[in-house]
């Protein structure tokens, strides 16, 4: 239910698609026959995220708060809106489909910018079931409880005519029974269906300031995100989460937990000031990259000793190492200083665990290994690189096809939690990779490269394209890009990858609408979105922000009235 963010919860519960399929099994086989096989091999997978940064009138040159809104996305999921009713909503920024309220974005006098979060609001339990005769049962408290049935009907397609399959679904008290990990039913105990998080939703696009901004969060309501914050007064602020349950500190809540007792229930949800959050620190700035909160303002971050583990079970990834050194550094921000020197920053930190190894491992290699002549090049290259995604790059592009043949080396993790743990896991990934093994999928990559382009002399802007069609396609038009995928800590995320069918990679995701904003005594703004802003490829504004957006350059928001009426193009009334 994309209206109030029910998927968030469900991914938090740690359920997975093996989950589901242990216990409901299709009658025709031929279902699981005909799912389509992933075109995108897996050292190409990008993990996709959000970065949300406020900078307090103490860090800026115009001593007026700024907020940097910048959704990570599937490109084209976000459209750029402004909702005005002359009745007191005056709001701009990003919807999704099925969403009536603007998502991210700011009016007069304030903007936030929500972030995916992993702060823990599902969990699965897990469930004894007991047959009797017919009937399937489930223990709790010493006591059989009979499990509630439903049958379901599904329709899909089978090729191209209609196909149906019926399922019989169960659910506990805790809620519904999702899946089965070895002899455990799993259910779900979440909050997806709230009224109250719809009004959170559209209540929040009318506030005027941190304080009523504050009591609309006080509804606690919203599931799935973390929110950035800013005003016209100068405040900033950050919230981990929002909707918390109270559970006992003493478990492990990002895996599932016994269902047969009740000393695993919820007991009642968390006071807003009891979550994790971020009130104007003296440190005068904020941000989050889907990354842990206790590094989300440097000195003046929150103490992770100071709140149970389920709140922020989040890991660090090095799109917020490469933010937090960004803002830490700059004092005297200009607003375009915050989309250049911040928000379109494309260093790579994730280099700085993975090249010193690869390095270290060529150094050491005998000067008779036939290994030391053939990477001698692409290793003064790394050697030299200043890790920064860049078009005219042959060591970014190098570094980023080895690197992804290094990341699935990593041990496999337990839960999505530790996942986002993306330090951790590149640290484990360059470790369980022997050394000779790493300088021979440099060696691979350099081969692939060759067979690809008949030269591993490759840039990245060669390499990683933007094109806007149904199906990509190498002989084609398409613009080189310098940014990289956030996987790797680029700022500005554009995720690519090369398809069967393809040698290039063609941008798939990443920054989507972006905007800056700055709170002063008249709103000045300015975004971009994704190519352009008409789903139609006759339209001139198809494609017309496409350049803009690769180098970030930003266009300006025309947010009042007289100004919107200046540059009219084309007027309508809905029906006309």
């Not at 031929?30 to 799912?35: G, L, S, T, Y």
């Not at 599932?256 to 009891?274: F, N, R």
């Not at 972006?514 to 994704?530: D, M, N, R």
């Not at 803009?548 to 100004?563: H, P, R, S, T």
Request: proline share 5%; hydrophobic share 35%; with cysteine.
């Amino acid at each position: 239910m994309y209206t109030d963010g029910s998927i968030g919860p469900t991914q938090t519960g740690g359920l997975n698609t093996n989950d589901i399929g242990e216990l409901y099994k299709f009658k025709d086989a031929n279902i699981v026959a005909h799912q389509q096989p992933s075109a995108t091999p897996p050292f190409e997978t990008d993990r996709m995220g959000s970065n949300g940064f406020a900078i307090a009138p103490s860090r800026t040159a115009s001593k007026n708060a700024m907020l940097y809104i910048n959704p990570h996305v599937t490109f084209y999921f976000r459209s750029e809106v402004q909702m005005v009713s002359e009745e007191g909503l005056n709001a701009y920024g990003a919807v999704t489909w099925g969403q009536f309220f603007v998502y991210q974005g700011f009016n007069e006098h304030c903007g936030w910018m929500h972030t995916s979060s992993m702060a823990d609001v599902a969990d699965l339990y897990k469930e004894k079931i007991v047959k009797q005769g017919d009937s399937i049962m489930y223990q709790y408290d010493g006591k059989l409880l009979p499990l509630k049935k439903k049958e379901i009907r599904l329709q899909y397609k089978m090729g191209n005519a209609p196909a149906y399959e019926s399922i019989t679904t169960y659910a506990t008290h805790h809620g519904p029974v999702m899946g089965k990990r070895g002899d455990d039913w799993l259910s779900l105990k979440e909050r997806n269906r709230s009224l109250d998080a719809l009004m959170q939703s559209w209540l929040r696009t009318k506030a005027n300031g941190f304080e009523d901004f504050k009591k609309v969060m006080d509804m606690r309501a919203n599931n799935s995100n973390n929110t950035v914050f800013a005003d016209d007064k100068g405040n900033i602020a950050y919230w981990h989460g929002n909707y918390m349950p109270v559970r006992d500190p003493k478990l492990n809540w990002n895996l599932p937990v016994d269902g047969s007792t009740s000393s695993t229930e919820w007991k009642g949800i968390h006071q807003l000031d009891e979550i994790v959050h971020v009130y104007n620190p003296a440190s005068g700035w904020i941000q989050n990259c889907n990354s842990t909160p206790f590094t989300s303002a440097g000195t003046s971050s929150p103490k992770q000793e100071n709140f149970p583990g389920y709140m922020a079970p989040d890991g660090q990834n090095f799109r917020a190492v490469n933010a937090a050194r960004l803002l830490e550094k700059n004092n005297n921000l200009t607003f375009d200083q915050l989309i250049h020197n911040v928000g379109y920053n494309s260093y790579l930190a994730a280099f700085e665990v993975l090249l010193p190894p690869l390095l270290k491992a060529y150094d050491e290699l005998d000067e008779s290994d036939s290994l030391k002549e053939s990477l001698r090049e692409p290793i003064l290259m790394l050697r030299s690189w200043d890790r920064n995604a860049a078009a005219s790059s042959i060591a970014c592009a190098l570094a980023i096809e080895w690197g992804g043949r290094i990341l699935p080396k990593a041990p496999k993790v337990k839960s999505p939690e530790e996942a986002s743990n993306a330090v951790m896991q590149f640290n484990a990934a360059i470790l369980s990779t022997p050394s000779r093994e790493q300088l021979l999928l440099l060696k691979a990559t350099m081969d692939d490269l060759q067979k690809r382009f008949g030269n591993w002399l490759v840039t990245w802007g060669d390499l990683n394209r933007y094109q806007r069609l149904a199906k990509f396609d190498d002989n084609q038009p398409s613009l080189p890009v310098g940014n990289a995928p956030s996987t790797w800590g680029c700022l500005p995320s554009f995720s690519s990858r090369k398809f069967t069918y393809t040698s290039k990679r063609y941008g798939i995701g990443g920054n989507s609408f972006v905007a800056c904003v700055e709170f002063g005594k008249k709103l000045k703004a300015k975004t971009i979105i994704t190519g352009g802003q008409s789903f139609d490829p006759k339209s001139k504004h198809y494609a017309d922000q496409a350049m803009m957006y690769i180098e970030g350059n930003f266009k300006d928001v025309l947010f009042y009235k007289e100004d919107v009426l200046k540059n009219v193009e084309r007027k309508y009334h809905p029906g006309e």
